[in-house]
C-alpha cells in the first residue's frame, strides 16, 4: 500500500456493506481498472468465517492481479492464511498489539484514530503502518464516533513519517481539503459503489478530484 513518489494521496476502497462475492468481484474488476487505487478494504460485519473465506477467494485475486493492496476489516487472524496483505482495525477491535503479532512483520496494519492525536501516536508505536483520521462529514456507513478536522491532518503529515487515510462521508465534491491538509490516502465507500453512472466511473471521479486538488 504504497504513496506515489510524488506524495499525491491515493484512493483507498472499501467495500459496501452487503454484496454477493461473485457479481461484485465484477464490478470491482471494473473500478479498479477505472483508475488508481492503492488498497481495497474488505469490510464484513455478522457474517461468519464460511462467508469472510468466500468473500476473500472472490476478491482478493481481483486486487491483487492489479497490484492494489487487500486488507481485511477487524479479521488480523485471518489474513495471513488467506493470503491477504493486512488488516485494519479499530479502537474497539482487536488492540493493534495483538493484530501486529498476527500479521507479522510483513504485512500491512491500519488503525483508526477517531480525530485523536494521542491514539494515532500510541497506533504507531503499537506497530501500525497508517493511521485513518474521521468522520470528516456525515456519513451513512457507520455511526460516527467522532467528527475530525483537516488540521489533525496537516499536523500529522508535518510532524510524522506514517501515513495517514481520511475516512468518512467524503467525495468528489468534498475532499479538496482533506487531500490539501496532507492526507496520504481518501477511504471511500459510497462514492464510489454508489456513484449513479456506476463504480468505474466512481472511481475516476475522485482521482479526478484529487489530481484538482493537488493542482489547485
Known amino acids: 500500500m504504497d504513496t506515489p513518489a510524488t506524495g499525491r494521496c491515493r484512493l483507498y476502497l472499501i467495500t459496501p456493506p452487503a454484496f454477493d462475492p461473485q457479481p461484485f468481484a465484477d464490478l470491482l474488476a471494473a473500478a479498479l481498472d477505472a483508475g488508481d487505487v492503492a488498497a481495497l478494504q474488505l469490510r464484513l460485519k455478522g457474517v461468519d468465517d464460511d462467508a469472510w473465506r468466500r468473500a476473500?477467494?472472490?476478491?482478493?485475486?481481483?486486487?491483487?492481479?492489479?497490484?492494489?493492496?487487500?486488507?481485511?476489516?477487524?479479521?488480523?487472524?485471518?489474513?495471513?492464511?488467506?493470503?491477504?496483505?493486512?488488516?485494519?482495525v479499530g479502537q474497539d477491535d482487536m488492540p493493534a498489539k495483538q493484530a501486529r503479532k498476527l500479521l507479522g512483520p510483513d504485512l500491512t496494519l491500519g488503525v483508526t484514530c477517531h480525530d485523536s492525536r494521542d491514539l494515532a501516536m500510541q497506533a504507531g508505536e503499537d506497530?501500525?503502518?497508517?493511521?485513518?483520521?474521521?468522520?470528516?462529514?456525515?456519513?451513512?456507513?457507520?455511526?460516527?464516533?467522532?467528527?475530525?478536522?483537516?488540521?489533525?491532518?496537516?499536523?500529522?503529515?508535518?510532524?510524522?513519517?506514517?501515513?495517514?487515510?481520511?475516512?468518512?462521508?467524503?467525495?468528489?465534491?468534498?475532499?479538496?481539503?482533506?487531500?490539501?491538509?496532507g492526507t496520504d490516502f481518501l477511504a471511500v465507500v459510497g462514492s464510489v459503489w454508489n456513484h449513479p453512472d456506476g463504480p468505474a466511473a466512481g472511481v475516476k471521479a475522485m482521482n479526478a478530484a484529487i489530481a484538482a486538488a493537488v493542482a489547485g
Open 56 to 88: 476473500i477467494d472472490a476478491l482478493r485475486p481481483v486486487a491483487q492481479s492489479r497490484a492494489v493492496a487487500f486488507l481485511l476489516n477487524d479479521r488480523a487472524d485471518m489474513a495471513r492464511a488467506a493470503g491477504c496483505d493486512g488488516a485494519h
Open 127 to 181: 506497530g501500525a503502518d497508517y493511521v485513518a483520521f474521521g468522520a470528516f462529514f456525515p456519513t451513512g456507513t457507520k455511526d460516527a464516533k467522532a467528527r475530525a478536522t483537516p488540521d489533525i491532518l496537516s499536523w500529522w503529515s508535518e510532524m510524522m513519517e506514517l501515513p495517514c487515510c481520511a475516512i468518512g462521508g467524503i467525495t468528489a465534491d468534498n475532499c479538496a481539503p482533506l487531500v490539501r491538509a
